[in-house]
C-alpha cells in the first residue's frame, strides 16, 4: 500500500522583478567567527577568491578546515506589496561541506562540521541551490544584503568551485527541479517512502509548484504500470485555484505490485514523477538453500571463521560432508571454526535441513597464500554513524544482520571505522579503546562465535581522518593488540599521513608504497588472517600496486554520498582497473549508500529505487567489496531485498574473480560485461534522464544469439537473446546473465 501526501504552493500575484545577479568573485578568509556572518562585519581586507576553481588552486593548497566567503548584494525596495519575490540561489559545488546564511540567518547546508558536534560529511559532488521565500524578514529589500558561506574541508582540494554564484527571483521556476536539494528541508520538493506493519509502504511526497500567477484547474494523479506499459487514472481534485501559500494535499492507498510510477499532473503539466520502492527479488522458499560464495581461502594454521549461509525457514539442521581435521561445524547455527595445519584444496558438501527440506552445496576450503578469494561482504560503521559510533551501535547492527537473515546469504564482516580510539596509549605503546568501547576483545568473542568476523580502522599517519590517534610510530604494536582482540579486517586510511608525505622531497611511488608495506608485513607475522584494504583514494593508480604490498582491497576513488552524481561519477569511472582485479585482489569504489544513512544523523538515502537497484547491480560487476553503509537495525524490507538476491550477489562472489568492462555506450546508455563461472554477466544502464529501449548489440559483443537469457533481478528466464530489447528507466538497468 502507498500513501501519497502531495503539496502544491504558488508564488505571489504581485511578482516584483529584480535582475539576475551573477558573481565570480567573493571575500574570502580562511577560520571561522560567527561575526563573519552579520551584515555589519568589515570585510574590506579580505582576499577575492575566484567562484570557479577551489582555493587550491589560489594560494591555499596547504589548508584543510573551516573557512567563510561572503557576497554583498543590493535587493530593489518593493512597490505595491509587503512581500517580495522568492530568491534561487545558486552556489556551484563546495568541497565538502557548507552552512549558508543570508544576512546572519542561516538558510540551510549540506555535508557535516565535525566542529559543531558531529562528523566532517562531504557532499563534494552536490550543486547547491538554496531559496528564500521573499516575506522572510532576513532580507533586507531596498538595501544591502551578505551571502555569507561557512564552508569545512576535510583534505585533498576545498571550497567553492563550479560558479559562479547566481542570485534570481523565482518567477515561473518550479522549484522541485533543484532535486531536492534546497537548504530549508520545508521547503524541499521531497519523497520519502517507509515500510509499515505487514509489509505495506507509504510513501510521502511534497511538491511545490511556484507560478506567476494564479492559476485554477484540477489536479490529476495517474498511476504507471511498469510491466503493462499501461497507465490508470487515480484521482482527480475537485476545481482548485492555486495561487500564493495555497496548498493542496490529499492520500492515496495502493496495492503493492511491481515497478510503477505515481504522476502528478495540473492543468496538463508533470508536476511529479514518484517511483515508490519496488521489490524484484522473488521470496526465498520455505525449503533450505545454501547461497554464497564457494570458496575459503585461509593460510595455514590461521583461524577458520565461516558460517553456512544458508536461507530457508529456520530452525535449521547444519553438518558438512568431509570436513577436514582441525575443523568443527556448529550444527545449531552453522558455524565452521578450527584451522587446517596442511597447505591444499578441502572439498566438502555444506548441508542444511529443516522440516521442509535439506540443501547441500559444493563448497572448496582452499589452504595457502590467499585469502578474501571472493570480495568481501559485510557492514561499516562510517557512513552511518561516523564519528558518533558506539559498541552498542555496532552490536545494534550486528544482531539485526543474523536477525533480519543477511547471514544468510553470506554478509558476515562487521567493520568499525573511526572513532573507536583512545587519546592516549598505555605506558607501553599499546593503543586503547575509549569509553564507548568497554569491551572490544567481549565484542570479537560475540561475533567470532556467531559466524561473524570483526574490522578495525586506523592510519599510517599520527593521527586519523577524525583525528583520533594513528599508528605512525607504533604500526608493530597496533597489529599485535589487533589480533589479540580477534581482528579479520584493517581498513588502513591515508588521513594524517598527508602530514608526512607532503614533507617528503621525493614524492615518488615508493613514498605511497612504503606505509602501506609496513603494515602489509607486520600484519602476515600475525597468527591470524586479517584482511587488509588501503583506503588512500586511488591515488598514483594503487590498483597498479596494491597486490604489492599484499593488500585484499584498495579504494580506487574519494567518498561517496548519497546522491546520483557521487553514485555515477564514482561507479562509472571505474573503467581501467578491471585488469587488476582477481580473487584475494579487489578494486573498491567504496561502501554502500543504502538504507538509512547520515555519517551520524541519519537519513534514508537520497537515491531513488532506480539508482539503488544500478548501485548494486554495478557493485556486484564490479566484483567490489560489499560494506553496507547503513543501521541494519532499522532496515526496511525494501533495502534488505536488495541485499539479499542470491544470483545477484553470485555475480559479485563469481569464483573466477573477474571485473566488469564496459564493452558498449550509446548516449546515455552503458552496457558492463564480465565473465562468470558459467556465462556472461551483463549490466544495461541508463544514466540519462528519459526511459530509454535498448537492444542489446550481440554481434558487436561478440555475444551467440542461441544464449539463454536470465533477469537476475526477477529471478526468471527472458529466453533466448536474439533481439531482446529491454526499457531501461531513467538512472535505472537491468542485470542479466548469459548462458
Known amino acids: 500500500m502507498a500513501t501519497v501526501l502531495l503539496i502544491f504552493a504558488a508564488c505571489g500575484r504581485e511578482v516584483q522583478e529584480i535582475e539576475k545577479m551573477s558573481f565570480d568573485f567573493a571575500k574570502f578568509s580562511t577560520g571561522y567567527d560567527p561575526e563573519w556572518l552579520s551584515t555589519g562585519f568589515d570585510d574590506s581586507a579580505w582576499e577575492e577568491l575566484n567562484l570557479r576553481e577551489t582555493w587550491d588552486t589560489q594560494g591555499y593548497d596547504k589548508y584543510d578546515g573551516e573557512a567563510v566567503y561572503r557576497i554583498r548584494f543590493d535587493l530593489p525596495a518593493l512597490s505595491g506589496s509587503d512581500r517580495g519575490p522568492d530568491l534561487l540561489i545558486y552556489l556551484g559545488k563546495i568541497d565538502d561541506a557548507d552552512k549558508v546564511y543570508v544576512n546572519g540567518k542561516y538558510i540551510g547546508g549540506n555535508g557535516g562540521f565535525k566542529g559543531d558536534g558531529g562528523s566532517d560529511i562531504s557532499f563534494w559532488d552536490i550543486d547547491r541551490t538554496y531559496a528564500v521565500y521573499g516575506n522572510d524578514p532576513a532580507l533586507n529589500w531596498g538595501g544591502s544584503n551578505v551571502l555569507a558561506i561557512r564552508v569545512n574541508d576535510k583534505e585533498l582540494e576545498g571550497g567553492m568551485y563550479d560558479g559562479p554564484v547566481t542570485i534570481e527571483a523565482c518567477t515561473e521556476k518550479d522549484i522541485a527541479s533543484t532535486n531536492g536539494l534546497l537548504g530549508d528541508p520545508a521547503k524541499r520538493h521531497h519523497i520519502a517512502c ?411 538515502s537520497r537515491l531513488t529505487p532506480d539508482e539503488l537497484y544500478t548501485h548494486i547491480s554495478l557493485w556486484c560487476l564490479l566484483s567490489s567489496p560489499l560494506l553496507i553503509g547503513c543501521d541494519i537495525s532499522q532496515m526496511d524490507r525494501f533495502t534488505f531485498n536488495l541485499l539479499s538476491n542470491p544470483e545477484v550477489l553470485a555475480v559479485n562472489q563469481d569464483v573466477l574473480g573477474k571485473q566488469a568492462a564496459k564493452v558498449w555506450e550509446d548516449g546515455d546508455i552503458q552496457i558492463w560485461m564480465k565473465d562468470v563461472e558459467d556465462g556472461k554477466a551483463i549490466g544495461v544502464f541508463n544514466l540519462g534522464r528519459d526511459s530509454r529501449s535498448v537492444t542489446i548489440p550481440l554481434k558487436e559483443l561478440g555475444l551467440d544469439e542461441k544464449s539463454s537469457v536470465r533477469d537476475l533481478w526477477r529471478c526468471r528466464e527472458l529466453g533466448r537473446c536474439a533481439k531482446k530489447t529491454f526499457e531501461v528507466p531513467s538512472h535505472g538497468c537491468f542485470l542479466l546473465k548469459l548462458k
Open 194 to 604: 517507509q515500510e509499515l506493519p505487514g509489509g505495506k509502504i507509504r510513501c510521502d511526497a511534497t511538491v511545490r509548484y511556484y507560478l506567476r500567477e494564479p492559476a485554477k484547474g484540477r489536479i490529476t494523479l495517474l498511476l504507471k504500470d511498469d510491466e503493462t506499459g499501461k497507465t490508470k487514472k487515480l484521482f482527480k481534485s475537485e476545481p482548485l485555484e492555486l495561487s500564493c501559500g495555497s496548498e493542496y494535499t490529499t492520500s492515496l492507498t495502493l496495492d503493492e505490485a511491481g515497478r510503477a510510477e505515481i504522476i502528478a499532473m495540473f492543468k496538463g503539466k508533470v508536476l511529479a514523477r514518484i517511483v515508490p520502492p519496488y521489490i524484484l527479488t522473488p521470496k526465498a522458499p520455505a525449503e533450505p538453500v545454501i547461497n554464497g560464495p564457494k570458496v575459503y581461502g585461509v593460510r595455514p594454521g590461521s583461524p577458520v571463521i565461516f558460517k553456512i549461509p544458508a536461507s530457508g525457514d529456520k530452525p535449521m539442521a547444519y553438518s558438512v560432508e568431509g570436513l577436514p581435521k582441525g575443523l568443527e561445524v556448529n550444527p545449531d547455527n552453522g558455524v565452521i571454526s578450527g584451522s587446517i595445519l596442511m597447505e591444499g584444496n578441502y572439498d566438502v558438501t555444506l548441508k542444511a535441513s529443516n522440516g521442509k527440506g535439506e540443501g547441500r552445496k559444493a563448497f572448496r576450503f582452499v589452504v595457502g597464500d590467499a585469502i578474501a578469494l571472493t570480495p568481501p561482504m559485510g557492514w561499516n560503521s562510517w557512513n552511518c554513524w561516523g564519528l558518533t559510533v558506539t559498541q552498542d551501535k555496532v552490536m545494534a547492527s550486528a544482531k539485526a544482520m543474523m536477525d533480519k537473515g543477511l547471514t544468510d546469504y553470506g554478509w558476515s564482516y562487521i567493520n568499525i571505522d573511526d572513532a573507536w580510539e583512545a587519546d592516549r596509549r598505555d605506558k607501553s605503546g599499546k593503543i586503547l579503546t575509549n569509553e564507548k568501547f568497554p569491551d572490544i576483545k567481549g565484542l570479537g568473542d560475540w561475533l567470532h562465535y556467531n559466524g561473524l568476523k570483526m574490522g578495525i580502522y586506523s592510519s599510517p599517519g599520527d593521527e586519523t581522518c577524525g583525528h583520533y590517534l594513528g599508528s605512525l610510530g607504533h604500526e608493530r604494536e597496533d597489529a599485535e593488540t589487533w589480533a589479540s582482540w580477534g581482528v579479520d579486517y584493517l581498513k588502513y586510511d591515508w588521513c594524517g599521513y598527508g602530514k608526512v608525505f607532503n614533507a617528503l622531497d621525493n614524492k615518488g611511488r615508493e613514498e605511497y608504497i612504503r606505509p602501506y608495506a609496513l603494515m602489509s608485513k607486520i600484519l602476515r607475522e600475525q597468527k591470524r588472517d586479517i584482511v587488509y584494504s588501503l583506503c588512500q583514494y586511488g591515488m598514483d593508480n594503487v590498483w597498479e600496486w596494491g597486490a604489492e604490498v599484499d593488500a585484499q582491497c584498495w579504494r580506487t576513488t574519494g567518498d561517496i554520498t548519497d546522491t546520483w552524481n557521487s553514485l555515477k561519477e564514482i561507479g562509472f569511472s571505474q573503467t581501467v582497473q578491471h585488469e587488476y582485479a582477481a580473487p584475494g585482489r579487489w578494486n573498491d569504489p567504496d561502501m554502500l549508500i543504502v538504507g538509512k544513512v547520515g555519517w551520524g544523523a541519519l537519513h534514508d
